[in-house]
């Protein structure tokens, strides 16, 4: 079946530095790729939705220079938190839609900043 | 707008016991996901499904549209089932159109 994969699974930086997180389909061609942040003991909450090659929309709320995504390819989503700090330590999950509208999630990465 | 409840909220069982999670929700929806995220966080997809039902393993999932009514069901429980489940209804509101519930914590004690 469909794989969606992340990477890392976890990270921990330091305050102040940027990180990247890769988010694949593996098997499948993704026109859109969604990022969600979890909070503990919270549901999975929608930061922003990623067209490939084109920009980002993001959720109200979200800082769209905070959270940088560039969808390069119908494979590839990436999610850049720059200028991290303690707050934004989280857990960070995409998706991938298919052609057929079918929705695949991947497992998830742990941020952690110090 | 869509609301998805699951019940229960959490759940403690003994090894070897039939397990449901429900979910319902309030608008009609084209798909329905669960979910199950381990105690490390990781998500895992478990069944997406439109009708019917769908078996993975000891994993049975049963959707029904006109009760807008979904269950997730777990035979001969392990331990290692303990996570939190969630469902998501997929309605095409909203940027990736899902509702996610609020999860089932579930613990199976050997």
């Known amino acids: 079946g469909a794989v969606v994969s992340q990477h890392p699974s976890r990270v921990i930086c330091k305050s102040g530095t940027s990180v990247k997180i890769e988010c694949r389909s593996l098997?499948?061609?993704?026109?859109?790729m969604f990022w969600y942040r979890q909070f503990p003991k919270q549901s999975l909450m929608l930061m922003a939705t990623s067209n490939e090659g084109s920009k980002a929309t993001y959720e109200q709320g979200v800082e769209k220079d905070k959270f940088l995504i560039n969808h390069a390819s119908l494979t590839l989503s990436t999610l850049t938190v720059t200028s991290a700090h303690p707050e934004d330590s989280s857990f960070y999950i995409c998706?991938?839609?298919?052609?057929?509208?079918?929705?695949?999630f991947g497992p998830g990465t742990r941020l952690t900043v110090l | 707008k869509n609301e998805v409840e699951q019940s229960p909220q959490n759940l403690t069982a003994q090894e070897g016991e039939f397990i449901t999670i429900n979910c319902s929700y309030s608008v009609g929806i084209s798909a329905l996901h669960w979910l199950q995220q381990h105690p490390g966080g990781g998500i895992v997809s478990l069944f997406m499904l439109s009708s019917g039902k769908k078996k993975h393993g000891r994993l049975i999932a049963t959707i029904n549209i006109q009760e807008k009514h979904s269950s997730l069901h777990i035979t001969a429980s392990h331990p290692r089932d303990s996570a939190v489940y969630i469902c998501?209804?997929?309605?095409?509101?909203?940027?990736?159109?899902?509702?996610f519930g609020k999860g089932t914590h579930l613990i199976i004690q050997p």
């Open positions: 098997d499948f061609q993704a026109t859109t």
């Open positions: 998706s991938a839609r298919d052609l057929r509208a079918a929705m695949y």
């Open positions: 998501a209804a997929y309605s095409g509101g909203g940027a990736d159109g899902l509702t």
